[in-house]
């Protein structure tokens, strides 16, 4: 079992930045991988940006160069800087980590790009 707890959300101009947090704890050695999703109103939920234990990271086309994710180890957290924000990037934005084939997310934290 993994409990991830998300910090960091909240409301910013475009063009602005926030940081994302997400502490783990638990089995946290077992984790293979981590990553944000997020989802807005009326849409599926999507990947944003992924890290595996190795420290490969995968990002969503649609902010590449514009967020980048990242771990601390030693505090067993992963974080994404987001960059130059749009308001098409508004979603409640959640921390997920796989462990094998199951999933474990936290409960979501709200970003909110304005115009």
């Known amino acids: 079992q993994v409990q991830l707890v998300e910090s960091g959300g909240g409301l910013v101009q475009a063009g602005g930045s926030l940081r994302l947090s997400c502490a783990a704890s638990?089995?946290?050695?077992?984790?293979?991988?981590m990553g944000w999703y997020r989802q807005a109103p009326g849409k599926q939920r999507e990947l944003v940006a992924a890290?595996?234990?190795?420290?490969?990271?995968n990002y969503a086309d649609s902010v590449k160069g514009r967020f980048t994710i990242s771990r601390d180890n030693a505090k067993n957290t992963v974080y994404l800087q987001m960059n130059s924000l749009k308001p098409e990037d508004t979603a409640v934005y959640y921390c997920?980590?796989?462990?094998?084939?199951?999933?474990?997310w936290g409960q979501g934290t709200q970003v909110t790009v304005s115009s």
């Open positions: 890290i595996t234990s190795g420290s490969s990271t």
């Open positions: 997920n980590a796989r462990i094998k084939e199951n999933d474990y």
């Open positions: 638990g089995s946290v050695f077992r984790i293979n991988a």
